[in-house]
Every structure is written in structure tokens, then in C-alpha cells.
């Protein structure tokens, strides 16, 4: 790594598995790109950890929320501070929100004490008091033509709505609360925390849901009622049931999206070995057409809503797979993770995702249905070999980092995979199984 030239440094990483930790300690923090950075100034003011910020519609106002349970409204153009409203919560202040179409004159604010306030700016008074929640409120969201309207997000596994244009006084039962648009305890399990939502900027129909599962939830909410937990129908008892998601969502109401990776079928021990994926975060373009979301431990994602690609299956065999259908990996391979023989996670489906995941039963509940096709891969004969397709070299380092594969040496693989694409540079087969070798490598963490 004697040359300073990062392009070079990037392209190399793909096939030099060798280099890969030493160029995220040369380039975590790249002098160049930070040059490129500057400071313009700090905005002092908050005596705790600041967690949230979000501009106004104009983007001359600032609104952040601390740790000292205060929220500031700043003039960054000015670089000073115009107020700072005292919130009253007794919790961190998780989330603030500017009230759409009124020229920042009002506010929201959402924390640990489980509550959501309204703020005047102008006279720093608290207007209203929402204690519906009884867990940690960790997100909220605004429709940009709406300024009426808010939604929260909360570690008691549900979204509540609220129209400011209605009276609202909390019981002393927040179960009586007739604000509930999704209850996630139905559909996930009594362990559901809702982390995360936004509204979609075109749309303002669709609203993305994040919580402590791998799945993105993506909801027409003009389908959904809102209602109290007490007047809830209570979930099935027997788990082969009808489940509660067919009785209380309508048909198209929900789309599902998740990292097309995970195995098509999520066992009993899943919750464990997939514990880093949560949604801690998703948004939407500003054109409503892509949706990222931020799994926590793992990856960030970027998902089309607009266009629905469905993934090709990849059918395994018995031994090395000789189909051009196939993933090239043999079934012990499958096996050992979990993954039933013929399947490695893509699936066609129907649901909206950009992946086509499947998973038959997520605590009880059906999520997605599951569309075969026979058809094989455009371009391919299902009567060809793979071994026609590659060079005799290309073919025996793809069998030795199939057995690399198969002993979870995964480096080992990816650099025999390297070795074979030098020799068949246009083959899909290789790159596939180089991309699946990666999946399953040890993830790397610099301190």
C-alpha cells in the first residue's frame, strides 16, 4: 500500500481479501476527504448528549433534542441560539419534530418518560400532553402536507396517530386510548419494539415501520382504523389458527422488505442469531421512490418501492451443482445454516420487496406468500452443464472454493472465487458464489 490513490485502493478490495484490513485503518478517517470538510461553527448550548436535530421546511430554523431533557431552536445562518423551551419531560428527549405548513411555530417532542408534547415556540409553553404510550417513544413523524397530524413510534410495540384537532385527554388506562394505528405485538410477538417510522414525502399515505426484527414494514395507513388495546381482538391461542394479521390488516395493506440474504424460512433460534438486525432507522427519498433502512449491527439498505424486482430462485443439488440454476455450492453448505436443500433465500415473490423474501411463519404469523417459477435464468439452457460454461482451471478452483465454502473457510473461498473469475471473467456463477462467500465472512470492527 505504497501509493496514496484510494480508487485504486477500493478496486483492489474486491479481489485482495489481503488488503481489506489494512485499508480500513489507512482509510477510516482518509486525510484528503476530511481536508475536504470544514467546520463552520458549534452551536453551544445543551448541557447533555444531543440526539436529535431536524431543519424546518425553509431550512433557516434548527430544533434539537438532549439528554437534558430540553429542546433549542437555533438560527444556524446566524449561528445563534433564538430559544430554549423546557420541555418537562423526565426523559431523554429521543426525537423532535417541526409541525408542518406554520412556519415553525410549533413543535414535537418525544422521550424516555413515554411521552409526546406539543410546544409553542413563540411562547415556549407546552400545549399538550400525550400519555398514551407506556414504553420509550423513539421516533416521531409528520406528513409535509398534513400539519395537523403526527405519528409515533414506541418500545411498547405500537404507532399511535394523533390529530392535534381533536380534544385529547389520556385516561388513566392508556389501553382507552383511541389513537393505536399498529399494534406490532399482534403481528410480532408480546417482545415487540417499534424503533423507527417515516412518512413518505409524495405519499403521504405510506408510513415505513422499523422495529427489532428484520423486516421493514411499509403501510397504507388510509386502510387502517385507529383503536384502543382494549377493544383489540385478542390473538389466536392455537398457532395453526387463522392469525390475527388476517383479521385486523386488510388485504395489500402491508408490504414487507428485508435484506434478501437472510435464509427463506427463520427458525426457532433465529431471534438470537439474528438479533442485529433491528430497524433502528429508515427514511424515504425526497422523491418517495427509495426507502434505506439501517439494520443496527449489520448493513444500511436501499430498498425501490416503486419497482418490484423479483429475485431469481437459485435451486440446489445433490454434490456440486451442475444446473445452471443452481448457486454452486453443495447441499451440506445449505444445510449447515439452516437453509432447506433447493433454496438459498431469493425467492419470487409478490410482496413488494425489492428481494422477493420469504418467511412462512415469524412467531405465528404469515407474512409473505411464496410464487414459484420453473422458468430458468434468461440466457441459460436448463439442459447445460457449468462445467461447459467454464475453463478446465476456472472449474477446479471453483470446486476448491466450493469446499472451502462448505468447511466455512469463507476468505479461502472468496480468494479461490478471485482465482477462477481471472480465468472466466464473464461468469454469473462465480460471481454469485464470491458474493455468497462474502455474506457469510467474519465482519471486521476497528476500535
Known amino acids: 500500500m505504497d501509493t496514496d490513490n484510494i480508487a485504486t485502493f477500493i478496486r483492489d478490495r474486491e479481489v485482495k481479501s489481503s488488503i481489506t484490513r489494512a485499508f480500513q485503518r489507512r482509510f477510516q478517517l482518509h486525510q484528503p476527504f476530511v481536508e475536504r470538510l470544514g467546520l463552520e461553527t458549534e452551536l453551544e448550548g445543551h448541557t447533555g448528549c444531543v440526539n436529535c436535530l431536524e431543519w424546518n421546511e425553509s431550512g433557516n430554523l434548527l430544533v434539537s433534542g438532549s439528554d437534558d431533557q430540553n429542546a433549542i431552536l437555533w438560527d ?25 405548513q ?19 415556540v413563540e411562547t415556549q409553553e407546552t400545549s399538550q400532553v400525550y400519555k398514551c404510550h407506556i414504553g420509550r417513544v423513539k421516533r416521531l ?13 414506541s418500545e411498547d410495540g405500537t404507532i399511535r396517530q394523533f390529530d392535534l384537532r381533536q380534544p385529547h385527554n389520556c385516561n388513566t388506562s392508556s389501553k382507552n386510548c383511541k389513537n393505536v394505528l399498529i ?60 392469525c390475527a394479521k388476517d383479521v385486523k390488516l386488510p388485504p395489500g395493506c402491508v408490504q414487507y422488505f428485508a435484506p434478501g440474504h437472510l435464509p427463506p424460512q427463520l427458525s426457532k433460534d433465529s431471534q438470537r442469531r439474528f438479533r442485529a438486525y433491528v430497524a433502528t432507522y429508515v427514511n424515504f427519498s425526497p422523491n418517495g421512490c427509495e426507502l434505506i433502512a439501517n439494520l443496527g449491527g449489520e448493513q444500511i439498505y436501499l430498498f425501490d418501492i416503486k419497482h418490484h424486482r423479483k429475485v431469481m430462485r437459485y435451486q440446489g443439488v445433490n454434490g456440486l451443482s451442475s444446473s445452471p440454476t443452481s448457486n454452486g455450492v453443495v447441499k451440506s453448505v445449505l444445510d449447515n445454516f439452516g437453509i432447506p436443500s433447493g433454496k438459498n433465500g431469493f425467492l419470487n415473490s409478490e410482496n413488494g420487496a425489492t428481494n422477493g423474501y420469504k418467511v412462512p411463519t415469524l412467531n405465528g404469523k404469515n407474512t409473505v406468500s411464496e410464487k414459484r417459477s420453473s422458468k430458468p435464468i434468461s440466457g441459460w439452457s436448463s439442459s447445460t452443464s457449468t462445467s461447459q460454461q467454464l475453463p478446465p482451471k476456472a472449474l477446479q478452483l471453483k470446486e476448491k472454493g466450493n469446499d472451502a465454502f462448505c468447511q466455512q473457510q469463507f476468505w479461502t473461498a472468496v480468494n479461490l472465487y478471485n482465482e477462477a473469475i481471472v480465468h472466466a471473467s464473464g461468469s454469473a456463477l462465480l460471481y454469485a458464489n464470491r458474493a455468497a462467500a462474502y455474506i457469510k465472512r467474519a465482519w471486521y470492527v476497528m476500535t
Open 76 to 100: 444556524p445562518l446566524r449561528r445563534h441560539k433564538k430559544c430554549c423551551i423546557q420541555t418537562g419531560h423526565t426523559g431523554n428527549i429521543f426525537s423532535v419534530k417541526f409541525l408542518p
Open 102 to 120: 406554520i412556519g415553525g411555530r410549533i413543535i414535537a417532542t418525544a422521550a424516555a418518560d413515554t411521552k409526546v408534547q406539543i410546544h409553542t
Open 141 to 153: 413523524a409528520t406528513a409535509p402536507d398534513t400539519p395537523y397530524m403526527l405519528w409515533s413510534a
Open 183 to 242: 399494534n406490532l405485538n399482534i403481528y410480532v410477538g408480546a417482545m415487540a419494539e417499534a424503533k423507527c417510522l417515516a412518512i413518505n414525502p409524495l405519499q403521504p399515505e405510506l408510513l415505513a415501520v422499523g422495529c427489532n426484527d428484520p423486516f421493514v414494514r411499509l403501510y397504507d395507513h388510509r386502510m387502517l382504523a385507529s383503536h384502543s388495546l382494549s377493544a383489540e381482538i385478542k390473538r389466536p391461542s392455537s398457532s395453526n389458527s387463522s
